[in-house]
């Protein structure tokens, strides 16, 4: 695949998603930052290519109606705080509380744990976790129909 430098797009990015064979297959190249400024191709390649016309035309309509058009966000650095907050179901919260308190950790460092193993992120050892790790053992309906509904026939 062919690197298309974001400079190459005046500095705006473009989303790339693949098209379903039923509607005709290819790739769909958006510009978010600029509405309803698209193309398509049947590569990756030949989005991002038509992408750029598009772009050009967009900005010159936009400077033709007198609008100023958005300044790109690019390299635009998003802060995070490390908190959010989550809700979840009652039966997931106690099943995920009983299960701290077996592993001997507080709810906030398994959920920590779960997520970032889910991600393959481990602030620690980045390296020992793997990409897909599986987490059956934490749901305990899964494993029920696993065991009862999907078993073979005897």
């Not at 959010?84 to 308190?101: G, I, N």
């Not at 976790?129 to 059956?136: A, E, G, I, M, W």
């Amino acid at each position: 695949m062919t690197a298309i430098d974001k400079g190459d797009l005046f500095g705006y990015a473009a989303r790339l998603t693949r098209i379903a064979p039923e509607d005709g297959g290819g790739w769909l190249a958006e510009v978010p930052e600029l509405p309803g400024c698209m193309s398509d191709g049947e590569t990756p390649e030949d989005a991002l290519s038509s992408v750029r016309e598009a772009i050009e035309c967009w900005l010159a309509a936009a400077l033709e109606d007198g609008d100023t058009p958005p300044v790109p966000r690019a390299y635009e650095v998003a802060e995070y705080s490390g908190k959010f907050t989550l809700r979840v179901p009652v039966s997931l919260h106690r099943a995920l509380s009983e299960t701290a308190k077996q592993e001997g950790v507080s709810l906030n460092q398994l959920v920590l744990s779960v997520v970032s193993a889910a991600v393959g992120a481990d602030p620690i050892r980045p390296s020992l976790v793997p990409r897909h790790t599986s987490f059956r053992w934490y749901f305990p309906a899964k494993r029920h129909r696993e065991r009862v509904l999907d078993r073979e026939p005897e």
